[in-house]
Protein backbone atom coordinates (compact mmCIF):
# COMPACT_ATOMS: atom_id res chain seq x y z
CA UNK A 1 0.00 0.00 0.00
CA UNK A 2 1.61 3.34 -0.96
CA UNK A 3 0.83 6.59 0.51
CA UNK A 4 -2.24 8.50 -0.95
CA UNK A 5 -0.89 12.01 -1.02
CA UNK A 6 0.30 12.38 -4.29
CA UNK A 7 -2.57 10.44 -5.91
CA UNK A 8 -4.64 13.54 -3.71
CA UNK A 9 -2.12 16.42 -5.09
CA UNK A 10 -2.70 14.47 -8.85
CA UNK A 11 -6.64 14.41 -8.58
CA UNK A 12 -6.56 18.05 -7.39
CA UNK A 13 -4.73 20.06 -9.93
CA UNK A 14 -6.15 17.66 -12.50
CA UNK A 15 -3.11 15.99 -13.88
CA UNK A 16 -1.81 12.38 -14.23
CA UNK A 17 0.03 10.81 -11.44
CA UNK A 18 3.68 9.07 -13.45
CA UNK A 19 6.06 6.66 -11.73
CA UNK A 20 9.14 5.48 -12.71
CA UNK A 21 12.15 3.29 -12.06
CA UNK A 22 15.21 2.93 -12.79
CA UNK A 23 16.73 -0.32 -13.69
CA UNK A 24 20.68 -0.90 -12.90
CA UNK A 25 23.08 -2.63 -15.46
CA UNK A 26 21.81 -5.92 -13.96
CA UNK A 27 18.21 -5.37 -15.57
CA UNK A 28 19.48 -3.33 -18.97
CA UNK A 29 22.15 -6.54 -19.63
CA UNK A 30 23.89 -3.97 -21.77
CA UNK A 31 26.08 -1.66 -19.16
CA UNK A 32 23.65 1.19 -18.58
CA UNK A 33 21.12 2.76 -16.29
CA UNK A 34 17.23 2.86 -17.43
CA UNK A 35 14.33 4.64 -16.47
CA UNK A 36 10.96 4.38 -17.40
CA UNK A 37 8.10 6.13 -16.55
CA UNK A 38 4.28 4.46 -16.34
CA UNK A 39 2.11 6.15 -18.96
CA UNK A 40 -0.72 8.65 -17.90
CA UNK A 41 -3.30 6.19 -18.68
CA UNK A 42 -1.46 3.47 -16.92
CA UNK A 43 -1.94 3.06 -12.87
CA UNK A 44 1.44 4.21 -11.43
CA UNK A 45 1.33 1.73 -8.05
CA UNK A 46 0.42 -0.95 -10.63
CA UNK A 47 3.17 -0.15 -12.31
CA UNK A 48 5.74 0.35 -9.40
CA UNK A 49 4.41 -3.58 -7.90
CA UNK A 50 5.16 -5.33 -11.59
CA UNK A 51 8.72 -3.51 -11.70
CA UNK A 52 9.49 -4.74 -8.28
CA UNK A 53 7.55 -7.88 -8.66
CA UNK A 54 9.95 -8.51 -11.99
CA UNK A 55 13.02 -8.04 -10.01
CA UNK A 56 12.60 -7.92 -6.21
CA UNK A 57 16.54 -8.41 -5.77
CA UNK A 58 17.85 -5.06 -7.82
CA UNK A 59 14.67 -2.72 -5.69
CA UNK A 60 15.41 -0.39 -3.36
CA UNK A 61 14.19 3.46 -2.68
CA UNK A 62 17.14 5.40 -5.13
CA UNK A 63 15.56 8.50 -4.44
CA UNK A 64 16.44 8.00 -0.33
CA UNK A 65 19.67 7.06 -0.82
CA UNK A 66 21.30 10.33 0.66
CA UNK A 67 19.80 10.03 3.60
CA UNK A 68 21.32 6.67 4.94
CA UNK A 69 23.63 6.52 7.67
CA UNK A 70 27.17 5.95 6.19
CA UNK A 71 28.74 2.77 7.88
CA UNK A 72 32.04 1.10 7.30
CA UNK A 73 32.17 -2.14 5.72
CA UNK A 74 32.98 -4.98 7.22
CA UNK A 75 34.13 -8.18 6.07
CA UNK A 76 33.32 -9.90 9.27
CA UNK A 77 30.15 -12.59 8.82
CA UNK A 78 27.00 -12.26 10.77
CA UNK A 79 26.23 -15.90 11.17
CA UNK A 80 24.46 -16.58 14.43
Avoid at 17 to 36: K, M, Y
Avoid at 44 to 54: K, L, S, T
Amino acid sequence: QFAAGAQRLADLFKIPLLAFVCESPEITQDGTHRVRFSGPDEDPYGFIARAIAQNPSQWWAMDLLPVYPRVEASSESKDT
